[in-house]
């Protein structure tokens, strides 16, 4: 099992910057990539950016530029850094772990999810 505890979600204003921090616990051997995902209201989950163990990267073409995922291992602790937010940004962002079964199927981990507001 692997728990994940988000933070750092909040108010910020279009243009402003946000760091949100997620700290992974458990049976951290089998990840193989974290990463966040976001869901508004009345809009399905979706993919924000997740860092495999290689580090490489995924990001959301909606993202791409202005969003930034990393990761510290020592702490086991995934952060991603929000800048030049949107209004559009605005939804419960959640940390996510996954576990790779094959090349077809995966297992995730969530987090409890965090808010963020993106309005002057």
């Known amino acids: 099992q692997v728990q994940l505890v988000e933070s750092g979600g909040g108010l910020v204003q279009p243009g402003g910057s946000l760091r949100l921090s997620c700290v992974a616990s458990g049976s951290l051997f089998s990840i193989d990539a974290m990463g966040w995902y976001r869901q508004a209201p009345g809009k399905e989950r979706e993919l924000v950016a997740r860092m495999h163990n290689d580090g490489s990267t995924n990001y959301a073409d909606s993202v791409k530029g202005r969003f930034t995922i990393s990761r510290d291992n020592a702490k086991n602790t995934v952060y991603l850094e929000m800048n030049m937010v949107k209004p559009e940004d605005t939804a419960v962002y959640y940390c996510?772990?996954?576990?790779?079964?094959?090349?077809?199927?995966?297992?995730?981990?969530w987090g409890q999810g965090t808010q963020v507001t993106v309005s002057s």
């Open positions: 996510n772990a996954r576990h790779y079964i094959s090349d077809y199927h995966a297992y995730d981990y």
